[in-house]
């Protein structure tokens, strides 16, 4: 069984960060191992607090990991701070991790700020040149290449000049743009994909960022090529939302899909 590691935060509330990676590792066949960068006190209609881990703890939770396990592809969630990314950049770090998928949780749905301001130039220049693959939504896009995105067309620009400038695979979400189809953007080495799929229209998406960018380690682990996996990763992800079950109050993604519903690895 392919092992991958996800290193991010924890979220109290089950339907994102390290809880929504490890429901969708195995729900896709992959053993997941975990870093924890932090621990939040929240649900999927806030944020009430978050508690930094110790940077060193974070870099012996991924060293005790990657001497134990052989690695086959990691990807971050929420790093925080720029102690905590330049501990996950330093190659000594990254040795055992052939593949490195980055999410760059920024900032949450509810408004909370989940990457400290004086962090983000440490996230650009010294985290995004190491990994294989960004997964940006449309409004993180707009932070990494600095300008607004208002339609398909702008999202493909964006896709680009990010991937162009990182040297990175850049899938850029365009969950945020209006309309009845989803259009993302997969920019790799020159070759543009588009993947269009009708929206679904649901009560909440909290953790499909998450999800989507723990499928994409998943399936890149299994062997797949870049735009499959992106393919693949987007319709499991879809297919959580189809599949939302009512949780108390909430409506969380359904990231535990049968074998028989789940695309096949």
Do not use: W
């Not at 959580?240 to 028989?260: C, K, T």
């Amino acid at each position: 069984m392919p092992v991958v590691l996800t290193i991010a935060g924890s979220d109290s509330g089950g339907g994102a960060g390290i809880q929504a990676d490890l429901k969708t590792f195995s729900t896709l066949n992959v053993f997941g191992t975990t870093a924890i960068t932090c621990v939040t006190a929240q649900n999927p209609e806030e944020v009430m607090a978050i508690h930094p881990v110790d940077p060193d703890i974070v870099m012996r939770q991924i060293v005790a990991v990657s001497n134990s396990f052989p690695l086959r592809a990691a990807k971050t969630g929420m790093l925080y701070s720029a102690e905590i990314i330049r501990i996950v950049a330093m190659e000594d770090i990254r040795e055992g991790i052939p593949i490195l998928v980055v999410d760059p949780v920024m900032v949450a749905a509810s408004g909370a700020r989940l990457l400290q301001a004086d962090a983000i130039d440490a996230f650009r220049n010294e985290l995004l040149p190491k990994a294989r693959v960004v997964t940006p939504n449309l409004h993180e896009a707009e932070i990494l290449c600095g300008h607004s995105i208002s339609s398909v067309e702008e999202l493909r620009k964006a896709a680009r000049e990010i991937g162009d400038h990182y040297d990175v695979a850049c899938v850029v979400k365009g969950g945020h743009l209006s309309g009845d189809r989803i259009v993302d953007v997969l920019y790799d080495e020159g070759d543009e994909h588009l993947f269009t799929e009708q929206r679904v229209y649901a009560e909440e998406t909290h953790g499909a960022g998450c999800a989507f960018s723990a499928a994409l380690t998943a399936y890149l682990a299994q062997g797949e090529i870049m735009a499959e996996a992106v393919k693949k990763a987007k319709t499991f992800v879809t297919r959580a939302l189809q599949q939302a079950s009512r949780v108390g109050r909430h409506r969380p993604l359904n990231l535990l899909i049968s074998q028989e519903d789940a695309p096949t690895p």
